[in-house]
């Protein structure tokens, strides 16, 4: 069974930066995408940035030339560089892992327990 940690929250002031880390342990099946994602308070969960194993990325629109999303396939981690912070950007980041079915070790769809990102002065 495949467990996800996730590190790196906390406070940070606008124009600052903070670096998440998310660790994928459990089964040593690959991991076709993985991403991190992001919930404010009254708002819907959606799409920070997303990476498959070749290293093709995805980014929501207002993060583009902030956030740079890495990983390591051998370590199965995941990384969120997030630089000049905005308090926008304020939220719970989750971390998630997802494979197709068709892939060895089966279908994978993970959430991390979430990591609370919090940009003020």
């Known amino acids: 069974q495949v467990h996800l940690v996730e590190s790196g929250g906390g406070l940070v002031q606008p124009g600052g930066s903070l670096r998440l880390s998310c660790t994928a342990s459990?089964?040593?099946?690959?991991?076709?995408?993985m991403g991190w994602y992001r919930q404010a308070p009254g708002k819907e969960r959606e799409l920070v940035a997303e990476?498959?194993?070749?290293?093709?990325?995805n980014y929501l629109d207002s993060v583009k030339g902030r956030f740079t999303v890495s990983r390591d396939n051998a370590k199965r981690t995941v990384a969120l560089q997030m630089n000049t912070l905005k308090p926008d950007d304020t939220a719970v980041y989750y971390c998630?892992?997802?494979?197709?079915?068709?892939?060895?070790?089966?279908?994978?769809?993970?959430w991390g327990q979430g990591t609370l990102v919090t940009v003020s002065s």
């Open positions: 998630r892992a997802a494979r197709p079915g068709v892939w060895p070790g089966g279908f994978l769809d993970l």
């Open positions: 459990g089964d040593n099946f690959p991991i076709e995408t």
């Open positions: 990476i498959d194993r070749r290293g093709g990325a």
